[in-house]
């Protein structure tokens, strides 16, 4: 099994910044596909950003693309997420995932509890 634990959450105003951070514990593999999806009130849970093992392979949603930035550091355990002139549309609880497949859809093995984003306009 492996634990997902998000941090870097909070409140930002619109045109800021934050970076989410997301340490695996636990039976962890520096081959996981790791990503990132969000969900806000009443919305299903959607992509916002995933990469592969070696970060070789990035994709992000449309909504993000060009604003928010994926990486992860292995020897770390830990994945990020870059975000960049965040507007009221992002606000929502962001989650950590981890699998084995690169995927778009939320089809992951692991999640972790969330962080909470929230953008003021």
């Known amino acids: 099994q492996v634990q997902l634990a998000e941090s870097g959450g909070g409140l930002v105003q619109a045109g800021g910044s934050l970076r989410l951070s997301c340490v695996a514990s636990g039976r962890t593999s520096n081959r996981y596909t790791m990503g990132w999806f969000r969900q806000a009130p009443g919305k299903e849970r959607e992509f916002v950003a995933v990469i592969n093992w070696s970060g070789s392979i990035t994709n992000y949603a449309a909504s993000v693309k060009g604003r928010f930035t994926i990486s992860r550091d292995n020897a770390k355990n830990t994945v990020y997420l870059q975000m960049n002139s965040l507007k009221s549309g992002d606000t929502a609880v962001y989650y950590c995932?981890?699998?084995?497949?690169?995927?778009?859809?939320?089809?992951?093995?692991?999640w972790g509890q969330g962080t909470q984003v929230t953008v003021s306009s």
């Open positions: 995932a981890a699998g084995s497949t690169l995927s778009t859809l939320p089809m992951y093995d692991y």
